[in-house]
């Protein structure tokens, strides 16, 4: 068998002037108060008891708060890095997409499978990190009643950087609607920095018209959303050990490293899996076996069972990670799909 390729303002300045003044008001108001009591005899004095109506003239003026600049940035909106950019920013784009190659179409039984495709958008948004053109590799695995699952990656090109990454889709059927959410990393001026995109689109769109995300430092753990998306690229470590029975290849304990880009940090590290796989003649095979992510404070680790169609033109695995270290009572079930070009892996961090 083939090796296994899967899956920082300046001082104010001090207003001498202004600051005399305020002290020669303050110097006059004791003075006059000593005066009074004085006058009065003091506490013990009966007429200290009587309360005189107050001297308007020392009553304040009701204090006019000065309108806010134009310009000032909403109260809700976060507060600058020392290096100018936001710890996370609620952006909105409008994206117009048309497909510029239509890729290869393989058809096993009642399945389609669409890979290749290439599809160029313009991306306008109020943030200029997310203005600018953005290229797409596409994948789709479409049934009968086109029911569909489209993947790919994504890099958007911006003023001051790029992005990167990879995205997945869910067509209901007859492609009546579809659901889309990215994962993209930021380099240039973007560096460090994450960007997740979601948004629905219609029948015939190549990606949804109007999209809403969120950038955030690479680092933090989302707290708007516990579904999780992962691009990852692997390579076969072991091939394991292959014994024929029949028409069937058992092929045992073959190790896969992943690596990629994760929408949730806690996912981030080496990505494992160890497979037991039975398979068919045509290259298709069931498997199940495990999978290990060593996260930067714990990891995660569970079962897993999948497919590879025939041909190898695309593979599916589900399956439920247990949290341990700093994940203990934290729980992933997960999906992944793709082909040897890449996967996609999504799913809900839930307790």
Not at 89 to 100: E, H, K, N, P, R
Not at 173 to 198: F, H, I, K, P, Q
Not at 322 to 337: D, K, N, P, R, V
């Amino acid at each position: 068998m083939d090796t296994l390729e899967l899956i920082k303002v300046e001082p104010r300045r001090r207003r001498w002037l202004a600051l005399s003044t305020a002290t020669v008001a303050t110097a006059v108001v004791v003075l006059m108060v000593i005066g009074a009591i004085v006058e009065s005899g003091g506490p013990d004095d009966p007429r200290s008891n009587v309360v005189a109506p107050p001297d308007q003239s020392m009553t304040p003026s009701p204090t006019t708060r000065a309108a806010p600049a134009t310009d000032q940035e909403p109260s809700d909106r976060p507060l600058p890095e020392p290096g100018g950019q936001p710890v996370r920013a609620v952006v909105t784009a409008l994206a117009d997409c048309m497909q510029t190659s239509s890729g290869s179409l393989t058809q096993v039984g009642d399945m389609r499978y669409y890979r290749g495709a290439q599809t160029r958008c313009s991306y306008l948004s109020a943030d200029p990190r997310v203005t600018g053109t953005g290229t797409s590799v596409d994948a789709v695995d479409r049934q009968a009643d086109n029911t569909a699952q489209k993947w790919g990656t994504l890099t958007i090109e911006a003023e001051a950087g790029a992005w990167s990454g990879w995205y997945h889709a869910v067509w209901d059927a007859d492609l009546s609607n579809y659901r889309w959410t990215s994962v993209l990393g930021g380099s240039g001026d973007y560096a460090e920095l994450r960007l997740r995109l979601t948004g629905e689109g219609g029948r015939d769109s190549f990606q949804p018209a109007h999209l809403d995300g969120i950038i955030e430092t690479a680092e933090t753990i989302p707290i708007d959303d516990s579904s999780v998306l992962l691009g990852l690229r692997c390579v076969t470590r072991a091939p394991g050990t292959e014994r024929t029975v029949g028409d069937l290849t058992e092929i045992r304990e073959v190790v896969i490293d992943c690596s990629g880009l994760s929408s949730d940090p806690r996912l981030d590290g080496r990505r494992t899996l160890t497979l037991d796989l039975n398979q068919q003649p045509d290259g298709s095979a069931r498997m199940k076996g495990t999978m290990t992510i060593d996260g930067p404070e714990g990891y995660w680790r569970g079962p897993l069972t999948g497919a590879i169609e025939a041909g190898r033109v695309s593979q599916a695995m589900n399956g439920l990670l247990t949290g341990s270290g700093a994940y203990a009572g934290l729980e992933l079930q997960f999906w992944l799909i793709g082909s040897d070009d890449g996967y996609v892996m999504g799913g809900e961090i839930r307790h």
